[in-house]
């Protein structure tokens, strides 16, 4: 059995403009000790999956359906008593930034010593001493001193190890990572996304990576999950996913990146704008901006087709592709 399966998620927010269909039907494992990276621009559906897995939606937002499994607990609908016994526990967070994660009124020490007291039986010198503990695994310097600072006294690097020593400090069996390199400088991102690597392989845990950096991808992931416009376009594990992509959203987001095979071509971005989620179309959602859209992509959504058993796609492409191929192969031997 996975630790987390994740079955037919709906996640809608309902505005006064109208129901805003963030996820729409989306389903994956995850099993102990594996990186999973989920992949999309901007409004795909990656942090609110993460969240609805959380149970932090705003007040606006649902889960209207589908089911989420943590250790065989399900999760949907089983309310904020056992949420709480779950957050941080087993499942912990580190968001997008950390500046305005963290209270800026109070210090360093202060913050982590309170979630320590929350979700462990620790007193306050021994939540005080697990903090300093976290600190040091995290390679903050002088973590005593540390611990008496208020956050503007640190720089972003160093907000990030404590909001990952924050996150580690119940020793969770799920870590999501929502973007947790976004707002720093490469040098400091490698230093991140080292210390996430080891911190993973010495705790045994699973992460869950959530990012539209397909470098990030590479260094961390073993399975891979592309979004785009609330679903799941494309999944299967990273060397298939980066070697032999098979719907056109990923092989644009492969086409918009540098690399050294492509040093002196000029880079293709993704032409278009995102859809409209108020206002879903009837077929393929990356239709509108695909060079290769064919009639049937406007009229009708593809179904997810298996490429093979560690690849999945749901592309009209593949389906012609496979139609054709038996031909050619027939012409060839005639």
């Not at 912990?92 to 929350?118: K, R």
Request: proline share 4%; glycine share 8%; aromatic share 4%.
């Amino acid at each position: 059995m996975s630790l987390l399966e994740v079955r037919n998620l709906h996640t809608s927010f309902f505005t006064d403009a109208g129901e805003v269909r963030a996820v729409n039907g989306i389903s994956f494992n995850l099993d102990r000790g594996k990186v999973l990276g989920i992949v999309g621009e901007s409004g795909s559906g990656k942090s609110v999956t993460a969240y609805s897995i959380m149970q932090i939606l705003a007040e606006t937002g649902k889960i209207v359906d589908g089911s989420i499994k943590l250790d065989g607990q399900e999760l949907v609908g089983a309310g904020e008593k056992v949420m709480r016994t779950v957050r941080g526990n087993k499942v912990s967070i580190i968001f997008q930034d950390p500046m305005t994660s963290l209270n800026p009124t109070y210090t360093i020490g202060h913050q982590l010593t309170e979630a320590i007291m929350l979700h462990t039986n620790r007193d306050k010198k021994q939540a005080w001493d697990r903090a300093v503990e976290m600190l040091k695994l995290v390679n903050v310097n002088e973590p005593e001193k540390r611990m008496k600072q208020y956050p503007h006294e640190h720089s972003g690097g160093m907000r990030q190890r404590v909001m990952i020593a924050m996150a580690l400090a119940c020793e969770p069996d799920i870590l999501i990572a929502d973007e947790p390199t976004t707002a720093l400088d490469v040098t400091i991102q490698a230093q991140i996304l080292e210390l996430m690597q080891s911190l993973q392989k010495e705790l045994g845990m699973a992460i869950i990576m959530i990012t539209h950096d397909l470098g990030v991808v590479a260094q961390m992931c073993d399975e891979v999950i592309v979004m785009y416009a609330g679903s799941i376009c494309e999944q299967g594990t990273a060397d298939e996913i980066f070697y032999h992509p098979r719907h056109e959203y990923t092989k644009g987001l492969m086409r918009s990146i540098p690399s050294v095979d492509n040093a002196g071509e000029k880079l293709r971005p993704i032409t278009g704008t995102p859809i409209d989620l108020l206002n879903m179309p009837k077929g393929c959602p990356f239709a509108p901006r695909c060079d290769n859209a064919m009639k049937i992509c406007i009229r009708e959504r593809c179904e997810r087709m298996e490429i093979n058993e560690n690849h999945a796609a749901a592309c009209w492409m593949n389906v012609k592709n496979a139609a054709e191929t038996p031909q050619q192969d027939e012409e060839a031997t005639q």
